[in-house]
Nanobody, 125 residues
Framework: VELQASGGGLVQAGGSLRLSCAAS????????MGWFRQAPGQEREFVAT??????YHADSVKGRFTISRDNAKNMVWLQMNSLKPEDRAVYYC?????????????????????WGQGTLVTVSS
């Protein structure tokens, strides 16, 4: 599975961005898709995931970010509203082929097998 993320850029605090992730290859094997982010000097952290059990969002983005997926188009999006300076990071989309009985499993980056190249989001105050 190959993943191509796009949509990052510079936005003022309070603004919005929509990240896109296009999947290709053996997408039929994908069980869940996720977004993670990594700020400078920090570890990669979970943002949101979508799979058989629905969607989950990190508490830090809940109510502001929304993940969505179109299986027919092999696309995943992350709509980001009310952006804050602390949302600044490189955002990565990821695909998991690992079946698990709990949706919370997909909040861990180790649960994902394929990663996109990342797209930078910068939020100015």
């Amino acid at each position: 599975v190959e993943l191509q993320a796009s949509g990052g850029g510079l936005v003022q605090a309070g603004g919005s961005l929509r990240l896109s992730c296009a999947a290709s290859g053996r997408t039929y094997s994908t069980v869940a898709m996720g977004w993670f982010r990594q700020a400078p000097g920090q570890e990669r952290e979970f943002v949101a995931t979508v799979g058989w059990s629905g969607t989950y969002h990190a508490d830090s983005v809940k109510g502001r970010f929304t993940i969505s997926r179109d299986n027919a188009k092999n696309m995943v999006w992350l709509q980001m509203n009310s952006l804050k300076p602390e949302d600044r990071a490189v955002y990565y989309c990821a695909a998991s082929t690992q079946s698990h009985y709990t949706g919370t499993y997909y909040r861990q980056d180790t649960s994902y097998d394929y990663w996109g190249q990342g797209t930078l989001v910068t939020v100015s105050s």
